[in-house]
């Protein structure tokens, strides 16, 4: 992939700019008619997969570039497809806290761990909970001085 050999070269507003293009391809699940049919279930999890991979690298490029606002809009296509991925849930909640958006950010924490109790019956990661506990104790956040 074109992409991938961009960032490689560390050339990531131009790799960015070929994720966006592969994006843009992806219209739907595969032969989402035939969703329990072995031949076509793995194949539609392979394309996904890849559609996820490259909507997290386009999400964390516009993180590390401060458009913020875009990375978020790119978690929540992730999202649609993965639900419980908590590397998404934690850029998320860090996106929100970076906009000031502290409520937003513990909402969103609090969504990660209802989706991880109903999906699998567990608890967020160490990793997650570590950040949830930072949003909340981040006192500058709690009295804004704007």
Excluded: W
């Excluded at 513990?106 to 969504?111: S, T, V």
Aim: charged share 35%; aromatic share 8%.
């Amino acid at each position: 992939m074109k992409g991938r050999s961009l960032e490689k070269a560390s050339r990531t507003s131009e790799a960015a700019g070929e994720y966006e293009k592969a994006a843009k391809l992806y219209k739907d699940d595969y032969l989402i008619d035939d969703l329990y049919e072995d031949e076509t279930m793995v194949e539609r999890e392979r394309l996904i997969y890849i559609y996820t991979d490259l909507l997290k690298r386009l999400s964390l490029h516009y993180a590390n570039i401060g458009q913020l606002r875009k990375s978020i809009s790119t978690c929540y296509r992730i999202l649609e497809k993965d639900y419980c991925d908590e590397d998404t849930h934690r850029l998320l909640i860090e996106c929100f806290v970076r906009l000031g958006l502290r409520t937003r950010a513990l909402r969103q924490y609090r969504l990660c761990t209802t989706r991880l109790r109903q999906e699998y019956e567990t608890e967020p990661s160490p990793k997650t909970q570590a950040l949830y506990r930072s949003v909340l104790s981040n006192e500058s956040l709690r009295h804004p001085t704007a």
